[in-house]
């Protein structure tokens, strides 16, 4: 079944086109038949890059309306011969937040609309987009079925020992203010394949995922189901990111706010923009400058690195007694998946938890799914490049087909 996935941000699309199956599945052998990526939209100078067929274009025009860049993408679908619209079953879309409803993907229809539409509090950039994205597709594959995939879903299995702010219960209950956690797609996907590699199912392990992008986040998987998870309410807290700090007082902020005589918006913006590697280091939210620049001495760019480090090691060892043990540890994002270094630092001295990185395995595994740990340590370590458009297309069809998730 041709499947697209869509997922639509404030001023930007990126979609893949993607034939999937469950034959297809259970040998790994989804094909991707086109993807793009349009940026800037809304401005003069939007960017469209289109792959299809190994032949790549590049272009910069006006893109005005989210409709209008869907608009743009089926016309690029369409004339690379990647398929004809008619062909189309499926569409996926990614929206952020699912709020406490949904467990997992669901068919888009009006309730679910009004459930996502309901939850765009908790999500105010992000839901709004996503639908707009449903709106466009709908209009102009009105015969497909469209389906949500949540970011959120994966983690409506933590107990609410791990959800709860200990807050007045009052702002859980009237406002839903808990941890809802995200990156739910990617610690799935992660999970998924590391059972595939080993020729089980995720109902035989207790894993620790490691997202860590530009935005970052770990996850305590107990056989296939997320118990625990480090962004909260919002995809500010947990781990330190490209630009937002991760855990903070909270009376850092009120003393921000109160002595330093910062609005709420500056804050905002401080704690998502500002904040992270970027803040520590005063010059780049990217590894791979910073390590650039810790190599040449640079001793904030070295501090924003050991911070990171040692946050994610701190998660670990906390996701090490939630899980009571674990089987294996997989690193995946940009950094995880590229940035040796990084994680060679992460698992220095953890030793105690059996995890143990051998130091060729970690050089050599860039942007591949290989083992890094030593052969006989206890815990596994493994990275694992996640490939959050592909699950999406999987639990398109599966919801269409009405097949359990394995
Ligand atoms: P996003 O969260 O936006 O999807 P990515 O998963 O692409 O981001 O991760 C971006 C991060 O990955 C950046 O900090 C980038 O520097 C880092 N990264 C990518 N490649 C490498 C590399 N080879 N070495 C170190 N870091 C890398």
């Given at each position: 079944m041709k499947i697209l996935v869509l997922n639509c941000g404030s001023s930007s699309l990126k979609f893949q086109l993607i034939e999937t199956s469950p034959d297809q599945i259970a040998a790994n052998q989804d094909q991707q038949l086109a993807a793009g990526a349009i940026a800037k939209i809304g401005g003069a100078d939007s960017t469209i890059a289109f792959e299809a067929g190994g032949a790549k274009t590049k272009d910069a025009y006006a893109v005005l309306t989210h409709k209008d860049a869907i608009a743009e993408a089926f016309k690029l679908l369409e004339g690379s011969g990647a398929a004809k619209l008619d062909d189309v079953e499926g569409v996926g879309h990614r929206v952020v937040h699912g709020g406490e409803h949904f467990t997992e993907s669901a068919i888009i229809d009006d309730d679910t609309v009004r459930r996502i539409v309901a939850a765009s509090d908790l999500a105010p950039l992000h839901n709004p987009h996503n639908l707009k994205g449903y709106y466009a597709a709908k209009a102009l594959l009105p015969k497909a079925t469209h389906v949500a995939v949540f970011d959120t879903s994966f983690h409506q299995t933590m107990p609410p020992e791990a959800y709860i702010y200990a807050i007045p219960y009052l702002y859980y209950t009237r406002?839903?203010?808990?941890r809802y956690g995200f990156h739910g797609t990617s610690h799935r996907y992660v999970s998924y394949r590391f059972a595939y590699l080993h020729t089980a199912t995720r109902g035989h392990y207790k894993l620790i995922t490691c997202h860590l992008g530009n935005g970052c986040s770990v996850c305590a998987i107990r056989y296939g189901k997320s118990v625990d998870t480090s962004m909260g309410l919002t995809p500010v807290e947990g781990l330190i990111m490209g630009t937002r700090p991760g855990d903070l007082d909270p009376g850092a902020v009120m003393y921000m706010v109160g002595r330093a005589e910062m609005g709420l918006h500056e804050v905002d913006v401080t704690l998502n923009k500002f904040s992270g590697l970027y803040g520590i280091s005063g010059t780049s939210n990217d590894m791979r400058d910073l390590l650039d620049e810790a190599g040449k001495g640079n001793a904030r760019a070295q501090l924003a690195i050991d911070a990171f480090c040692y946050r994610v090691k701190k998660y670990i060892g906390a996701y090490f007694a939630a899980l009571d043990g674990a089987d294996a540890v997989v690193f995946t994002g940009g950094i995880g998946e590229n940035a040796a270094p990084v994680r060679e630092k992460i698992c220095q001295s953890l030793g105690s938890l059996g995890i143990r990185v051998d130091a060729a395995k970690n050089q050599a595994a860039i942007g591949v799914e290989r083992e890094i740990s030593e052969d006989a340590a206890p815990t596994k370590v493994w990275v694992i490049p996640t490939d959050e458009e592909l699950l999406i297309a999987r639990d398109t069809l599966r919801v269409i087909l009405k097949i359990p998730h394995p």
């Open positions: 406002d839903k203010i808990r």
